[in-house]
């Protein structure tokens, strides 16, 4: 690292060297904001002890010198000292140019995929159960690719819960803990048909959707039938390669979705079809054509426009070339992000059953989970 702290502004900006050859600027109020000795962050938990309002809205630094791998900072009118990790200041660089992003940009860590190249990991779950670098890895799939299938599990009903216990908790709904997907050829009720799917995501009608789905096979004798994952997000970014207006109408305005399928339950959400953060970074997707309510939010004058991108949004969904087809066999689950992936099934011919359970998580657990298995390894390795 070269030897460098400048200050200035009068004191209000840092100027630091990176590992990396370039250079990073920091603000006094970000730097003190952040401190991490004992006195601002419990050493044990990294919490903050002190709110905005004890720092002084005038605080500036006085000096700044490189201290080893550090920089040593003064802050006045407090008269404190604070050593900030240079490697720790790069990770947290916000001097950078965001203006060059294009809207529908995804967060470090996620990879967009379609046919040509979408990846489906697959891991047995004794390993899962069994093997913490499995069981990250896996994990470490699911949060990039935004799905992750375990294979070799017991043909017994309820054993989806020993997957969702791997990483988190089940998300219990008015449907229950778990629900059944139970598809007979040649059935009794049309509730049971061989049809085949849009893609779609789960739950659009409900705040906050489920952010996870797991699909687990008990049975599937059926000929077709295959599942469909689309990714979402590749299906937003090709819609506003395409069209951009259209894009950036099913990001401003609102869809609006219902379920009251059942006594005792209406279940409403109004939310946009593809969710922008207020920078620009795609965060959620909402597509369910079966649980679509009139859409009322939108200009009389933009309406047919809204129409005619939820209609390309929709044809890219179902383009065979966005997606990633796979037969599950019993003892297999499928876990997936449903604010970002579609799913759906090919329809069915011939004999035969399809018999799978499904139930909801959240992805903090997952992440969580992920995050501490990470942190552990580099741990482990220093």
Known sequence: MRDTADLENNGTVLRIALPDGGSARFHAIWLRDNALDPETRDPGNGQRLVTL????????????????????????????????????????AYDRDLATRQQGWVRDGVSVWDASNGQITR?????LQNDPGALAGW??????????IATEGPVASGALLDVVKLFGFVRETNYGTWF????????????????GLQGHTDNPYRDPVPTLQLLYCLENSAEGGDSILVDGFR???????????????????CARFEYAGSEGVCLRARKPMIELTPDGELVAIRFNNRSSAPIVDVPFDKMEAYYAAYRRFGELVDDASMEVAFKMVPGECVLFDNTRLLHARHGYSGEGSRWLQ????????LLSTLAAATYQSKGAAE
């Open 53 to 92: 309002a004890d720092i002084p809205a005038n605080t500036t630094m006085s000096d700044a010198t490189t201290v080893g791998e550090g920089v040593s900072v003064t802050f006045q009118p407090e008269r404190k000292t604070v050593v900030y990790p240079v490697d720790w200041l790069a990770r947290h």
């Open 180 to 195: 059944e997907v139970r598809t007979e050829v040649n059935p009794t009720n049309l509730a049971y048909t061989g049809l």
């Open 123 to 127: 891991q047995p779950l004794h390993d």
């Open 358 to 365: 499904g139930c909801y998580a959240d992805k903090d657990g």
């Open 235 to 253: 299906v937003a970014q090709a819609l506003r390669d395409e069209n951009p207006d259209g894009f950036a109408l099913l990001t401003q305005y």
């Open 139 to 148: 994990l470490a799939a699911a949060s990039e690719f935004g799905f992750a």
